[in-house]
């Protein structure tokens, strides 16, 4: 497989990959906690104000916690999309929340 990397000059740089990628381990131990940071997905086709009322695709927004969970991370919940001043208020942070803990 080839990748395009940027290089100087604003040019890019075609660099052919080799070897077979890391697989990931399930499940896996680690000596210290790994903590993502895992924001929500929005869903694209809703008709809303993405700052006063976002719309978010709470299905894939949870598939994508359960992939990272899966993974062995674990997720620091609503902290970082509540926090930024994204527009996500507390009542979606905490929606957030009860279906992470369910």
């Known amino acids: 497989m080839d990748i395009a990397l940027p290089g100087a000059g604003g040019r890019s740089i075609r660099y052919r990959l080799v070897g077979q990628p890391a697989q990931p381990v399930i499940g896996a131990r680690f000596s210290r906690i790994a903590y993502a940071a895992a924001h929500v997905v929005a869903d694209p086709l809703a008709m809303a104000d993405p700052w006063s009322h976002p719309a978010v695709d709470w299905e894939r927004t949870m598939a994508f916690r359960h992939h990272l969970w899966r993974l ?13 001043g994204m527009g996500f208020d507390w009542t979606n942070a905490r929606e957030l929340i009860r279906r992470s803990i369910a």
Do not use: K
């Not at 062995?72 to 930024?84: C, K, N």
């Open 72 to 84: 062995g991370f674990h997720v620091a919940e609503a902290m970082d999309t509540s926090q930024r």
